[in-house]
T-cell receptor, first 115, second 114 residues
């Protein structure tokens, strides 16, 4: 079974430029998460989708970040314009609700460097 | 609100020895899940083990076991027979059940020496 796929793996941009990240979750997983991981920290949630609905976007900086999950499968996270402080690893995860256990499986992440 | 505390920034262990990575948590939720993930230098987060708050027995997965002490609010990870490939960052995390986001600690860096 294929895992969570993310692209690109690495991205270097200048500040004020736009950037987009793509995520393809594990087949059949209805819940998709975007996390941001700053250097030396654990990941922090940006947005959570259940199917195509964003059910928790309270931590998403909406002035510059946007996300979508069309047809409840793939998802795209966009930053426009990027700032220096956006340099981080952006992780996508997916899960399938099954009883009480809902393990999240992560993709390899996109390492963003804003210059 | 949920909070995870990992007090060991770095740990060393010799190959084939056992090591315990500490994790304490705080939550007001009656039901929750506790997770451990491994993050090698390549960056991916690898799921290791899960413990539900109502599980009576400690979880085990191969060389990994979770020492769950609910009254003390601790969920320590025990790695038996350490291998060089176990060198990585280890994150403790928790969530409310049924699809909520994970709240992570700051992680512990483990180095396994020959």
């Amino acid at each position: 079974e294929a895992g969570v796929v993310q692209s690109p793996r690495y991205k270097i941009i200048e500040k004020k430029q736009p950037v987009a990240f793509w995520c393809n979750p594990i087949s059949g997983h209805n819940t998709l998460y975007w996390y941001r991981q700053n250097l030396g920290q654990g990941p922090e949630l940006l947005i959570r989708y259940e199917n195509e609905e964003a059910v928790d976007d309270s931590q998403l900086p909406k002035d510059r970040f946007s996300a979508e999950r069309l047809k409840g499968v793939d998802s795209t996270l966009k930053i426009q314009p990027a700032e220096l402080g956006d340099s981080a690893v952006y992780l996508c995860a997916s899960s399938l609700a099954f009883g009480q256990q809902e393990t999240q499986y992560f993709g390899p992440g996109t390492r963003l460097l804003v210059l | 609100a949920q909070k995870i505390t990992q007090t060991q920034p770095g740990m060393f262990v010799q190959e084939k020895e056992a090591v315990t990575l500490d994790c304490t948590y705080d939550t007001s939720d009656p039901s929750y899940g506790l997770f451990w993930y491994k993050q090698p230098s390549s960056g991916e987060m690898i799921f290791l083990i899960y413990q539900g708050s109502y599980d009576q027995q400690n979880a085990t997965e191969g060389r990994y076991s979770l020492n769950f002490q609910k009254a003390r609010k601790s969920a320590n990870l025990v790695i038996s027979a350490s291998q060089l490939g176990d060198s990585a960052m280890y994150f403790c995390a928790m969530s409310r059940l049924y699809g909520y986001a994970l709240n992570f600690g700051k992680g512990t860096s483990l180095l396994v020496t020959p």
